[in-house]
Nanobody, 125 residues
Framework: QVQLVESGGGLVQAGGSLRLSCATSGRTSSTYRMGWFRQAPGKERESVSAIGWSGTTRFYADSVKGRFTISRDNAKNTVNLQMNSLKPEDTAVYYC??????????????????WGQGTQVTVSS
């Protein structure tokens, strides 16, 4: 079992920055691929970014490339999402998720086994 707890959400003006953190706990959590997803009101959940267990492989949705950076610290059991140049369309509930190394696509939420409760990010124009 893996437990995930997100933090760092909030209200920010367009062009601003936020840093989301996901604290992980549980056995062998450091071997999981970790992902960030988001869901805006009235929209389906979408993938944002993911990082492999070693931290060397990273994935980003086209909509956040160049603005968001994912990182992980397995010694501290944390995964972070640095979000810069935020836009109103980034407003959503952001979820941290963990996936067993099964070979599923990083962007497919069905491939993730554990989820956090989410943290709200609101970007005002």
């Amino acid at each position: 079992q893996v437990q995930l707890v997100e933090s760092g959400g909030g209200l920010v003006q367009a062009g601003g920055s936020l840093r989301l953190s996901c604290a992980t706990s549980g056995r062998t959590s450091s071997t999981y691929r970790m992902g960030w997803f988001r869901q805006a009101p009235g929209k389906e959940r979408e993938s944002v970014s993911a990082i492999g267990w070693s931290g060397t492989t990273r994935f980003y949705a086209d909509s956040v490339k160049g603005r968001f950076t994912i990182s992980r610290d397995n010694a501290k059991n944390t995964v972070n999402l640095q979000m810069n140049s935020l836009k109103p369309e980034d407003t959503a509930v952001y979820y941290c998720a963990a996936a067993l190394p099964t070979g599923s696509s990083w962007s497919d939420d069905r491939g993730y086994d554990y989820w956090g409760q989410g943290t709200q990010v609101t970007v005002s124009s």
